[in-house]
T-cell receptor, first 111, second 117 residues
Framework: RKEVEQDPGPFNVPEGATVAFNCTYS??????FFWYRQDCRKEPKLLMS???SGNEDGRFTAQLNRASQYISLLIRDSKLSDSATYLC????????????FGAGTRLAVHP | DAGVTQSPTHLIKTRGQQVTLRCSPK?????VSWYQQALGQGPQFIFQ???????QRGNFPDRFSGHQFPNYSSELNVNALLLGDSALYLC????????????????FGPGTRLTVL
């Protein structure tokens, strides 16, 4: 089983839609989680951090289910500018700042 | 405030050659991590440097080596290049003094795109 698994997509949605991405992780000892956004041929950038059950920032909501080892990212009222790859990231437990990335989920928002 | 910088931006090499990639961390950061991102995949951890020592290493062969300098900048060296080494190489910097595991945000540089022919 991969350490971090994501649905690769692509998710093709119209502007204004609500879209949700899922991510599962294998290490039950993981305490914190991140969602990074990566635009085509650019570096990943931190979108949200999740330390407890969830986090909300404007149109973006991240939720954590520790029992199921599952993280989700919800985007409401999608914008064209949301088109990117969303990477689920789990710090390696016991390791210092070693990040384990999922393969990413591609989102394409169309007019 | 300059972010993480990497050089060169692009590089083309042939099989068997050696390559050196460079990274300057964000101001105030003391830890540098290197990642390899193949096309269509998420970044994979290569190794991390702190206080001029390799602190952690991912599942990469010894052909991959690195160095950190007193000014916290870092180099990634890859020897005996293989076609499969073609990828985007990302450098990320962070500050080790932050509180709580995983709370120390990593900032990524723009990457070096390496093509091995």
């Amino acid at each position: 089983r991969k350490e971090v698994e994501q649905d690769p997509g692509p998710f093709n949605v119209p502007e204004g839609a609500t879209v949700a991405f899922n991510c599962t992780y294998s290490n039950s000892a993981s305490q914190s989680f991140f969602w990074y956004r990566q635009d085509c041929r650019k570096e990943p950038k931190l979108l949200m951090s999740v330390y407890s059950s969830g986090n909300e920032d404007g149109r973006f909501t991240a939720q954590l289910n520790r029992a199921s080892q599952y993280i989700s990212l919800l985007i409401r009222d999608s914008k064209l500018s949301d088109s990117a790859t969303y990477l689920c990231v789990v710090p390696f437990s016991g390791g210092y700042n070693k990040l384990i990335f999922g393969a990413g989920t591609r989102l394409a928002v169309h007019p | 405030d300059a972010g993480v910088t990497q050089s060169p931006t692009h590089l083309i090499k042939t099989r068997g050659q050696q390559v050196t990639l460079r990274c300057s961390p964000k101001s105030g950061h003391d830890t540098v991590s290197w990642y390899q991102q193949a096309l269509g995949q998420g970044p994979q951890f290569i190794f991390q440097y702190y206080e001029e020592e390799e602190r952690q290493r991912g599942n990469f062969p010894d052909r991959f080596s690195g160095h950190q300098f007193p000014n916290y900048s870092s180099e990634l060296n890859v020897n005996a290049l293989l076609l499969g080494d073609s990828a985007l190489y990302l450098c990320a910097s962070s500050f080790r003094g932050g509180s709580g595991e995983g709370r120390r945000e990593q900032f990524f540089g723009p990457g070096t795109r390496l093509t091995v022919l």
